[in-house]
């Protein structure tokens, strides 16, 4: 099955624990992006990748790290989080980053800092 | 700045008709996203527009004027299982997806 995977799907966490989380796809798609979602806001893109080895800021990239070793997969990494980053998080991928593409979802993390 | 707007929250009955607005003022334009997202899960494509006019789709059409800045989503023969909220988004000259805060549409027998 086509999917977007993500790991965990849910995260409580204190201030400054270094965190990763997980995101993989299996469509070979060569466009990822790291989006976050909070109450009464859009989807905010934190970073994105239009291929491997090629990572670019999005709108709210402070305090995040990504790395994009392999095509499918596209971690997010929280070095020492903070209670502002309490968020839903998703990650996208489409198989390009020309403006018509869809994109896939995962199904989300939704991350708790304390 | 860059700027999507919808309306917060709609209600509308099962069986009838709405319609969800969206108007945009972003640097450039390469096109339209709408989204449907239910509470608590991910967003899943409805349609895309990047000429103007509309786009039929089952019970979805979806709208584009550029020269206004104005997108709708049109919901016909409304099911419960359409209550959600729907997201509209512009893909803008940088080819960036600006996203709008998403309209929460709440179905009612």
């Known amino acids: 099955e086509a999917q977007v995977t993500q790991n965990p799907r849910y995260l409580i966490t204190v201030t400054g624990k270094k965190l990763t989380v997980t995101c993989s796809q299996n469509m070979n798609h060569e466009y990822m992006s790291w989006y976050r979602q909070d109450p009464g806001l859009g989807l905010r893109q934190i970073y994105y990748?239009?291929?491997?080895?090629?990572?670019d800021k999005g709108d709210v990239p402070e305090g995040y790290k990504v790395s994009r070793k392999e095509k499918r997969n596209f971690p997010l990494i929280l070095e020492s989080p903070s209670p502002n980053q309490t968020s839903l998080y998703f990650c996208?991928?489409?198989?390009?980053?020309?403006?018509?593409?869809?994109?896939?979802f995962g199904p989300g993390t939704r991350l708790t800092v304390l | 700045g860059q700027n999507i707007d919808q309306p917060t929250e709609m209600t509308a009955t099962e069986g009838a008709i709405v319609q969800i607005n969206c108007t945009y003022q972003?640097?450039?334009?390469?096109?339209l996203f709408w989204y449907q997202q239910h509470a608590g899960e991910a967003p899943t494509f409805l349609s895309y527009?990047?000429l103007d006019g509309l786009e039929e789709k089952g019970r979805f059409s979806s709208f584009l004027s550029r020269s206004k800045g104005y997108s709708y989503l049109l919901l016909k023969e409304l099911q419960m299982k359409d209550s959600a909220s729907y997201l509209c988004a512009v893909f803008d000259s940088n080819y960036q997806l600006i996203w709008g805060a998403g309209t929460k549409l709440i179905i009612k027998p």
């Open positions: 527009n990047v």
């Open positions: 990748s239009m291929n491997v080895e090629v990572t």
């Open positions: 996208a991928s489409s198989p390009t980053s020309d403006p018509y593409n869809e994109q896939f």
């Open positions: 972003t640097s450039g334009f390469n096109g």
